[in-house]
Structures are given as C-alpha cells and as structure tokens.
C-alpha cells in the first residue's frame, strides 16, 4: 500500500490523539503502560507512545524488520519498542507482552473477509486488559476507493474484491480488499465481543472506532 492509501486512511489522525491522550491518563495512575501497534509503519506513532514511558510491541512484514529496527533506534527507542516480525493475521497470535492497556491496527482488517476480520478482533480482545481499549482505523466504502469497487453493492459480510484498476494503481492496492462504512465498524467490534466506545468517519472516508474490553 503506497503513501497515498496512508494519507487516505490517516489525514490528521484524531483516532491516533484518542489513544496517546488513553496513554497518558493511564500512564498517570498505573505508570506502566504497554501497547500493541500493527503495522509498525514508520514507527511514528509507536516512538509517541514509548517517549510517554510506555513499553510497545510493533507488529509488520518480517522483511521490514531492519528498516523498522533502524527506525526504532533512531528514534532513541530501542528499550521501549520491540519489533515482532508478522503483519495481519498471523501478528494477531504473536504478541508478547499481553495483555495490553492498548491496541491500535491500521489498515490490516482491510486486507481479508469480514468473517475472518472478527475473528483477529475476537483474538485481539483476548490480548487486552480488562478495561483496555483497541483503536481501528480502516479503509471506507464511501472513499474515493469505493469508486467503481467491485464489492460496492455487497453486504459487508461477503463484501471482498478488487479496487476500480485506475483507483488499485492510484493507491497501490493490488489485492482484494473489503471496504467499510462506519456501521460496518460498529457492527464488527460488537459482533466480536468489545464494547463500542466510539465510531468516526474522517473528511477522506475512512471510518474509524475504539472499543474496549469488559
């Protein structure tokens, strides 16, 4: 997924100042906090967590491992970051330091069926806290990725295919994806067990939600 499809799914991220604010209060009460990000991405967002004095588990591609690895020590983190080397779904068994205060997940849900989407939810849950909080972040039905997408007209439960070919190349999404309205967000972290503490959709129709675990 090039940068494109990045900005589309982030723009200015709300969902990511819910969870660093999450982090601060509990690092104010608790004072030790861990959380599990996946993907790692350029580790901004995990670098943010850890200078707050919180112990991160980021999650991606084994192959990224040392381009992730040198960001984590250029960032000064390498005491507070610990790169686990698998991406969606297979990161969603590996974590290491469970259970977690915070999960956050960009984009992977996208990348498989809704069905097996609640099963790595259901999974993640296990991963968490009682009270602990999983942020989601995904790719919108009503983007500018819906245009001409094959699953439009789908439920969400067999919506899964292929990008128009001009937004696919645009984007640098080759693969089947499954696309979300913020109902369908809704519906999935309920259906998986968590409770919904919050849903969103951003200016460029991506959907977004936190959850927590009781």
Do not use: W
């Not at 967002?45 to 591609?61: E, I, Q, Y």
């Not at 084994?62 to 991406?87: K, M, N, S, V, Y």
């Not at 790719?139 to 439009?152: F, P, Q, R």
Request: some cysteine.
């Amino acid at each position: 997924m090039n940068i494109n499809a990045v900005h589309l799914e982030t723009g200015a991220d709300e969902l990511e100042r819910l969870a660093l604010e999450e982090c601060f209060k509990r690092m104010r009460h608790d004072h030790t906090v861990s959380v599990f990000v996946t993907p790692a991405g350029r580790c901004e967002l995990a670098a943010k967590f850890a200078r707050m004095g919180a112990l991160v588990d980021v999650a991606d591609h084994a192959e990224c491992r040392q381009d992730i690895e040198g960001r984590i020590l250029a960032a000064g983190c390498g005491a507070e970051i610990r790169f686990l080397g698998a991406a969606l779904p297979e990161a969603a068994g590996q974590a290491v330091t469970e259970p977690y205060d915070i999960i956050f997940v960009r984009r992977g849900l996208c990348s498989v069926p809704y069905p097996e989407a609640k099963r790595i939810v259901r999974q993640l849950l296990q991963k968490l806290k009682i009270g602990g909080r999983i942020y989601l972040s995904i790719l919108g039905l009503h983007s500018e990725l819906g245009d001409g997408y094959s699953a439009l007209d789908l439920p969400v439960g067999k919506r899964f295919g292929p990008l128009a070919p001009a937004i696919a190349q645009k984007y640098g999404i080759s693969s089947d994806i499954c696309l979300y309205t913020e109902r369908d967000l809704f519906m999935l972290l309920l259906e998986s067990g968590a409770s919904v503490l919050r849903t969103m959709t951003t200016s460029y129709g991506s959907v977004k939600a936190v959850g927590g675990r009781t």
